[in-house]
């Protein structure tokens, strides 16, 4: 069992920058692939960025080059950086850890960009 819980969201002018964690306890947090999901209203959820045990990682097309995932396995964190917001990156984020059939969801943090 992974407990997931996010913060950092808040609210944002365009262009600016925005920093998410997500702590993980319970399991062993570096044989999971963590990612960051969010989910825009109306809208389905969707990838933002994902990072293995190993440290690889994969971006949506619409954050690359702004965002940057990262971990820290001996404070179960992941984190989100994201840099050069943008309105349309409005959205819940959700932070998800996945290792198989075992597949756990934060609770969720709001990130707003608006002047």
């Known amino acids: 069992q992974v407990q997931l819980v996010e913060s950092g969201g808040g609210l944002v002018q365009p262009g600016g920058s925005l920093r998410l964690s997500c702590a993980a306890s319970g399991s062993i947090f570096s044989l999971y692939v963590m990612g960051w999901y969010r989910q825009a209203p109306g809208k389905q959820r969707e990838l933002v960025a994902t990072?293995?045990?190993?440290?690889?990682?994969n971006y949506a097309d619409s954050v690359k080059g702004r965002f940057t995932i990262s971990r820290d396995n001996a404070k179960k964190t992941v984190y989100l950086q994201m840099n050069s917001l943008k309105p349309e990156d409005t959205a819940v984020y959700y932070c998800?850890?996945?290792?198989?059939?075992?597949?756990?969801w934060g609770q969720g943090t709001q990130v707003t960009v608006s002047s």
């Open positions: 998800n850890a996945n290792r198989g059939r075992f597949d756990y």
């Open positions: 990072i293995t045990s190993a440290g690889n990682t």
